[in-house]
């Protein structure tokens, strides 16, 4: 009874739900190899954002600074790209420039022993501002087609978009990364005690800066893919979407107070919560609707997993009892 009332499993069978729905809905379009291929699109930069970010809420932390540092990653490769880099050299460059925002993060956390909420508070209107300085409200888009094609044309003979590819290879790293190496293993003792983690050798503060530097990384390499797939470097883009990361991770199961979650089940929620928002797009729903759809789905990630374990917690306990 405990497995079928685990959060991942209901997640699949919600998504399953969705999809059946959506498909009935919809005439069969939502199943269509188009559809989903644009539902991959719109879901690219939420699911690349949330691998990492699971790691720092699993610690007992909070970024969101995230769109911030996607919307100021894009500003960068439209201010060099029209002082004449080439784009061999900006990607690069930009994604260092992603993991040296998340290092700021990280070190007024661990250093200054500041509350991380109230930092990437803080650190979303100044990298929002740092992308305003560089680009203000101009839009660079003269952007080569071998590389803006990655964001509009599926892998052969697949409807796969190449930034969904991307997301594949990186959740096959953090996935291992977090469930089987001792590093993972850290980061799921500091979010369960600090203390205590502190206490049995482990290097807290280190873990934690690190975990701010791969999101901040792979938020810029997001802010690459948004660039790419619009042919448009601005600084206002991914505004808003650290709502929607936020949304997936805890939709996951991943536990707001740290110490619990599983990258399966954010994945989950990554595609439930695209798959909701590709059904009400299909419906000609408003954008106001698709926000508080999304924010009761925050909500439902906030309340509901810890309610599942209370209630398998209480199943267990008479069977436990029962045994001789």
């Known amino acids: 009874m405990t497995r079928v009332l685990r959060w991942e499993s209901a997640l699949v069978v919600l998504l399953v739900l969705v999809a059946v729905i959506g498909s009935v809905r919809t005439g069969g379009t939502f199943l269509s190899g188009d559809n989903l291929f644009y539902l991959g699109l719109d879901i690219a930069e939420i699911a690349l954002i949330a691998l990492p970010l699971t790691l720092v ?23 060099l790209w029209t002082a004449g880099w080439p784009l061999e050299l900006i990607l690069p ?20 022993g500041l509350p991380s909420l109230a930092v990437t508070i803080g650190t979303l209107a100044l990298y929002r501002g740092l992308a305003l300085v ?23 003979g697949t409807w796969l978009p190449y930034p969904i590819l991307a997301f594949a290879v990186l959740a096959v790293v953090f996935v291992v990364l977090l469930h089987a190496t001792p590093f993972g293993r850290a980061t799921f003792a500091i979010g369960a005690n600090t203390e205590a983690a502190r206490f049995s050798g482990i290097r807290v503060n280190r873990t934690k800066l690190i975990l701010f530097v791969l999101t901040g990384a792979v938020a810029a390499l997001a802010g690459i893919v948004y660039t790419l797939r619009f042919s448009s ?16 991770v805890l939709l996951g199961g991943v536990s707001i107070f740290g110490g619990r979650g599983t990258l399966g089940g954010v994945i989950a929620g990554v595609l439930l919560l695209g798959a909701l928002r590709n059904v009400l797009i299909l419906g000609d729903v408003s954008t106001e609707t698709l926000t508080v759809v999304t924010g009761l789905l925050l909500l439902l990630g906030v309340l509901t997993p810890p309610t599942v374990s209370r209630i398998a917690a209480r199943i267990r306990r008479p069977t436990e009892g029962a045994s001789p």
Do not use: H, K, M
């Open 57 to 79: 809420v699993v610690s007992g932390e909070i970024d969101l600074s995230v769109a911030s540092t996607l919307g100021l990653a894009s500003a960068l490769v439209g201010t």
């Open 93 to 112: 460059t930009v994604i260092v420039a992603g993991a040296a925002c998340g290092a700021v993060n990280g070190l007024l956390v661990t250093r200054l």
């Open 134 to 156: 560089l680009l203000g409200d101009t839009a660079v888009a003269d952007f080569p087609a071998a590389y803006t094609q990655f964001g509009t044309t599926p892998v052969p």
């Open 233 to 248: 470097a601005r600084a206002d883009n991914g505004t808003g979407l650290e709502l929607a990361v936020v949304a997936a």
